[in-house]
């Protein structure tokens, strides 16, 4: 069983940055992609970032260049480093571990980020 926790949410200004994180139980962790999605109120879940188990990132249109995915393998956790932030970036953001077959995978509770003056 794994269990992935974030943490790091708030409210931050346009323009400004926020760190979330994803802690995350189990020895799978190191050896896993993991992915940050969000849902803004009305909307279906996105995928926003993506690691592979090996470190190479990826990211939706809408927030390459201002948001950085990275990885600590020794302590378990994923980081979105947001910055630039806009007031379309609020949502609650969920950290995702994927596994094989659709809908497979693990999720963690959420963390609500709000982009407001």
């Known amino acids: 069983q794994v269990q992935l926790v974030e943490s790091g949410g708030g409210l931050v200004q346009p323009g400004g940055s926020l760190r979330l994180s994803c802690a995350a139980s189990?020895?799978?962790?190191?050896?896993?992609?993991m992915g940050w999605y969000r849902q803004a109120p009305g909307k279906q879940r996105e995928l926003v970032a993506s690691?592979?188990?090996?470190?190479?990132?990826t990211y939706a249109d809408s927030v390459r260049g201002r948001f950085t995915i990275s990885r600590d393998n020794g302590k378990n956790t994923i980081y979105l480093q947001m910055n630039n932030a806009n007031p379309e970036d609020t949502a609650v953001y969920y950290c995702?571990?994927?596994?094989?077959?659709?809908?497979?995978?693990?999720w963690g509770p959420g963390t609500l980020v709000t982009v407001s003056s």
């Open positions: 995702h571990l994927p596994l094989p077959g659709p809908g497979m995978g693990y």
């Open positions: 189990g020895s799978i962790f190191r050896v896993a992609a």
């Open positions: 690691i592979t188990s090996g470190g190479t990132p």
